[in-house]
Structure formats: C-alpha cells, structure tokens
C-alpha cells in the first residue's frame, strides 16, 4: 500500500519593518505596537551604524534624493518620489512637507502648530521597502548586500507575541547584547547599531497520497508548535551567540514538530536579509509576485533524523 506523505514549507515574513533598539524604545506604547503584535518569533542583529548624508528635495516634482553613508563610505544612493507613496496618496490633503537628517527622512502634516507624521523613512527600513519594489522608492539596486547583520539571538514569544516579549517587558538577551556588544563603527551608540527583526511565520502544507492510500487532510496544525520547532531549527544550525541552549538534539524535542504527522519539512526568510553568524550565514529571498515563496533563498530542511541548510546557487538552482 503506498502511504501518504505530508510536508510542510514555512518561511518567515516581517511584520514590522527592521527597527533599532533606540526605536524599539521610542515606540512602546505607540500606536505602532498594534502592528508588531503580529509577531511571535524574532530575531536581533548588529550592524554597523548606517546615516542619510547629501539628502536634498525637487519642490517642483517631490522627489527626494539621498546617499546612505557608514562614517565617510558612501555605500549607496537612492529616491524618493512623495506623490507615489501609498501613505501620500491615502492623505486627502496637499499641504505637508519634508524634512531629512542623518537619522531619518520624514514627511509630515501641520496642524494648528502641531506635525502628524504619514511616513517615516530610516536608512534600515528603506532598504526593506526597496526590497519589496514599494512605490515611490528607487535606486539602492544593491540593497540585497546591504541588508546583511550578524545574527546574535533568535528568539520566540511561546504564549502571547513578540511586541510584549521583547520590547515592552524586559528581555534578557536584548539587554546581554546591550552590555556586552562592541561598538560597530566609531563614535556609533550600540544602541543605534542593534536591530529587532519581527517575523511571523506561513506555512504552506502538502500532502502526497498514494494510490491506495486513505486521504486524510488532517495536519494537527498548532501554530505555537510550528514557531516553536522554527526556533530550534534556526538556532541548532546558526548558533548564534547569545542563545545559549543550542537544541544540539534537534530535530528531536518535546515541544516542536517532532512528534507531529508531517513527515519533512523547511524553514526560510521571505525577506531579502542576509543573516551571519561565525557558524554559517542564512540568506533570504523576497519574489514580487510570491512573496516568501523563492529559490533566491536558502532553506533550512528537516526530516525525522536530522537538519540541514540548502544554499541557494550551490545546493539547488537559485532564480
């Protein structure tokens, strides 16, 4: 009798574009944390502070042009064009305007002496919204090489989500990194140089069944269970360095996929990021009619028996 196989291919997509840990302060408690809550597994990383340097503005057509720096090193260049953002278009009136510095370029409404932010530009975060061919930015054509940190803690939210584990309630790995991280760049705030990754999790299940097989749809879904095996995954083949259980017997554990009906499944990043560690590297991929779902990006597969991390281009045809 043929038996029927079940497989599962999950890949992590933000929900929340890459924040600081400066701005993961600034945000607490703001209306923003309604949009991170649909996170609950996250990452943090460290990267070398990036600033907006020779930002300047078109009146006449609303673009905004910009270099992204680290110190003197020009990395970069790229565009604005206001009145094709999505935000712009959605506000009802003309009357807002721009301002830029080495931290953020924003752009704003004035209200009886009072500014209302419509969208709010970092030199991290645009590289995220380039990365999925936004509306209104260009330029950055290598952002994929810039979207790239040291991975330095993986970490889930087993009961609730990611805003109240790591940015409202105090977590200890944020504040080991904060203690002990060094400088990236000189002169650069540690806290300007590590940054929170909110991912939630989408699955994708497939199931096989043979000619004699019985059909049975029946997956046992259990989100919790899923974040749960997805951390172990990443963290017994990244290690990153401030995770210090490395789940060395995973696939195996009580609380992930072990013992659930699927027979193999895989982990990948939906986002155009590359993650290092000195243990190996993880590179994401984003497709802009498949979202998470691309060959641009390694994978992480799982059977019964053992882990092991596919690299686009080397292990299988990248796009």
Not at 21 to 34: S, T, V
Not at 74 to 87: A, C, P, R
Not at 120 to 125: S, V, Y
């Amino acid at each position: 009798m043929s038996e029927t196989n079940r497989a599962k291919s999950t890949f992590l997509e933000l929900a929340f574009p890459p924040i600081s840990n400066q701005e993961a302060f600034w945000f607490k408690d703001q209306p923003a944390a309604e949009h991170m809550r649909a996170s609950d597994f996250y990452m943090i990383g460290g990267k070398a502070k990036s600033k907006f340097s020779n930002f300047s503005i078109c009146e006449e057509t609303m673009t905004i042009s910009f270099e992204l720096y680290v110190g003197d090193d020009m990395k970069g260049s790229g565009f604005i064009d206001v009145l094709e953002l999505q935000t712009v278009k959605n506000y009802n009136d003309d009357k807002f305007g721009v301002g830029g510095g080495d931290d953020a370029i924003e752009i704003f409404f004035e209200k009886d002496g009072d500014k209302f932010l419509i969208d709010r530009f970092t030199p991290e975060n645009i590289l995220w919204h380039r990365s999925r061919q936004i509306a209104g930015i260009s330029g950055l054509d290598n952002y994929e090489e810039l979207f790239c940190y040291d991975l330095l803690y993986v970490g889930i939210a087993k009961k609730g989500d990611s805003y109240e584990r790591l940015i409202k309630n105090g977590h200890h790995a944020r504040l080991d990194i904060l203690s002990n991280e060094p400088q990236r760049y000189p002169g650069a705030r540690v806290t300007d140089e590590i940054f929170l990754f909110l991912f939630r999790i989408e699955p994708l299940f497939i199931t096989t069944f043979g000619a004699d097989s019985e059909i049975d749809l029946d997956f046992g879904y259990d989100h919790k269970k899923i974040v749960a095996d997805a951390e172990k995954a990443f963290v017994s083949l990244l290690q990153p360095n401030y995770n210090t259980v490395k789940f060395k017997q995973y696939p195996k554990g009580a609380d992930g996929l072990f013992d659930s009906k699927l027979n193999r499944y895989t982990y990948s990043i939906g986002e155009a990021i590359t993650f290092n560690t000195p243990h190996g590297k993880i590179k994401g991929g984003r497709d802009i009619n498949l979202g998470g779902l691309t060959n641009k990006a390694d994978f992480i597969f799982v059977d019964k028996e053992s882990s092991k991390l596919y690299i686009s281009g080397e292990d299988f045809a990248g796009e």
